[in-house]
């Protein structure tokens, strides 16, 4: 490309560059084009049975839980719409765990799965289950034997996720369903970061529930959907009681617009899935080709069986926050948690047996349906600059080019 | 996060950023941190024959905070004598870029960088008598 026309494309660019499509993705204008007239004319309650604008809310709901339906093969009356896949995990697991849990006490999950999983494990250790955290190999994937070991005649659920919110690697749900199945064993995906980006059928699969979140594929944040099988029946305990909307799983009015908007973004991830991953593919390897000339750079995760519009890389002997810091023109996240004021690193890339001192300089990148070629050579710009000042400045860095092997040091721990 | 302005200015113009020859007689190193905890600093200064700081240089692996804390430190011991430099704490520099509490730790750091570095010296020239 000459001068001329990069001088062109830069006013394009619109700074700091969006690179952080795993916390959150911006609304299609699609979508918002389909959303906004039912928040000022058809603004209906859903639940509204005497009059005009009920039922044509109450339509427009039902056809979006049709397309969020759709999207993953499931019959529009397993759909039961949430505040988002925090709230669908909460309820799929403690939902199951408390309605079955007088017969079985015994559920597995990943050491890697995302806090609100976790969390809601350990809640439940305190009221008795017994949990089993299967490990992760270095490459971010279970190993089915694993399942196999841990799984009891006790045991209620399995909740896996399908694709990683720090690394994007793929977990192999297909085959993790069939061994629940044959087992008996209610199976939970976290589909969070895997709906719309990955093709999912929830019957091929062998998937009892799984959660959706809106804000992850171009839909407002505020709204997501819990798949709940009916063949066989799943039952769950509803933690939100009220007016028993959503077949009683999940009272509580709903988001005639938001339901609005997650449907639509549903359809246009099922209709655009192919082509969005093919782009999001090739602006992956560019930036990675664009990086390769970088000594000491690791990809954490397996680079195959990964949703292509994540990448999380360290950059060996620079500190992730003064990176971050670094790359201002880049909105892009630390994988390492230092940032929230505590100095442990990811507890995903430690589960990956990650070292610590690597895990201090990791930065998840995550590209996206609007992301541009111009916006992926600007970053590997600006990323270039910024590692080369800041290893100038690294001691680790001018120690290892002195030949001195860091894990000979003494380091005072402080 | 936000951080200060001097933060931002440190980080981005760190003063003093390089190496001195850690074998000169007047030269002391001091190392700290660890790679694990997510910082280590290394703080050099060259003494003169009157046992004055006549030079300073750093290298840091860590966050802004920790570049900012080192930069400053470079900046202040220029000029001292040891007795001096070893009187500089660490709330004295956590105030000047006024650090937010999750950050006092990389003051804490930096004045063990320079105590570490002129007890170095120190035993390099222990006829040193400042």
């Known amino acids: ?414 | 996060m936000a951080y200060s302005k001097e933060v931002v200015d440190h980080y981005e113009n760190p003063r003093n950023v390089g190496a001195l020859d850690k074998e000169d007689e007047s030269v002391g190193t001091g190392l700290v941190g660890a790679p694990a905890c997510g910082d280590v600093m290394k703080l050099q200064i060259k003494v003169d024959a009157a046992g004055v700081i006549e030079d300073a240089k750093f290298k840091t692996f860590g966050c802004g905070s920790a570049i900012a804390s080192s930069s400053l430190v470079t900046e202040w011991v220029k000029g001292k004598t040891l007795d001096e430099a070893g009187t500089i704490k660490n709330t004295q520099i956590a105030e000047e870029l006024a650090l937010p509490p999750v950050k006092i730790h990389c003051s804490v750091l930096a004045e063990d960088a320079i105590k570490a570095a002129i007890a170095d010296f120190k035993t390099k020239k222990p006829s040193t008598d400042v």
């Not at chain 1, 909740?159 to 199945?181: D, H, K, L, T, Y």
């Not at chain 1, 004021?341 to 070292?355: C, F, K, M, N, Q």
Request: hydrophobic residues 40%; negative net charge; aromatic residues 6%.
């Open chain 1, 1 to 414: 490309m000459s001068e001329a026309t990069k001088s062109q494309h830069r006013p394009n660019i619109k700074l700091p560059i969006y690179l952080d499509y795993q916390a959150t993705t911006p609304v299609d204008p699609r979508v918002m084009d389909i959303m906004l007239p039912h928040f000022t004319e058809k603004f209906g309650n859903p639940h509204s049975r005497t009059h005009a604008y009920g039922w044509e809310a109450e339509g427009a709901v039902e056809k979006a839980r049709g397309q969020v339906a759709h999207l993953i093969g499931a019959d529009p009356r397993e759909i039961v719409f949430t505040s988002g896949a925090t709230e669908s995990n909460n309820l799929a697991i403690k939902g199951v765990a408390h309605f079955y849990g007088d017969q079985r006490k015994h559920i597995i999950t990943v050491q890697t799965e995302h806090k609100c999983v976790l969390d809601s494990c350990r809640h439940l250790e305190q009221e008795g289950f017994e949990i089993t955290y299967l490990p992760v190999q270095p490459n971010g994937l279970i190993r089915l034997e694993d399942l196999a070991a841990a799984a009891t005649d006790n045991t209620v659920l399995v909740s896996v996720m399908a694709v990683n919110n720090e690394i994007g690697v793929i977990q192999p749900i297909a085959e993790i369903g069939a061994f629940c199945r044959e087992r008996k064993i209610f199976f939970h995906t976290d589909a969070a970061q895997a709906a719309g980006k990955i093709p999912l059928d929830v019957n091929a699969m062998n998937i009892d529930l799984m959660s959706i979140s809106g804000h992850k594929l171009y839909a407002p944040m505020g709204i997501g959907a819990l798949y709940v099988r009916r063949k066989p029946r799943v039952r769950l305990q509803a933690i939100m009681n009220g007016g028993g909307q959503e077949r009683g799983m999940r009272s509580g009015t709903l988001p005639g617009p938001l339901c609005v908007g997650l449907g639509a973004a549903c359809e246009f991830a099922e209709q655009d899935m192919a082509s969005d991953n093919e782009r999001l593919r090739r602006l992956r390897d560019r930036f990675l080709k664009g990086l390769s000339d970088i000594p000491e750079l690791y990809i954490n995760g397996d680079l195959e069986q990964r949703f292509p519009g994540n990448l999380n890389i360290s950059f060996a002997y620079i500190e992730g926050e003064s990176m971050l810091m670094a790359l201002k023109d880049l909105a892009v996240s630390s994988g390492s948690a230092c940032t929230s004021a505590s100095l442990e690193p990811s507890y995903v890339l430690r589960a990956l047996g990650v070292d610590v001192e690597m895990a201090h300089t990791s930065i998840r990148i995550g590209i996206g349906r609007f992301t541009t070629e111009d916006e992926i050579d600007y970053a590997v710009k600006t990323i270039h600059e910024h590692v080369d000042r800041l290893r100038e400045m690294s001691p680790l860095w001018e120690m290892v080019q002195d030949g001195i092997d860091l894990k000979s040091i003494e380091w005072t721990d402080h």
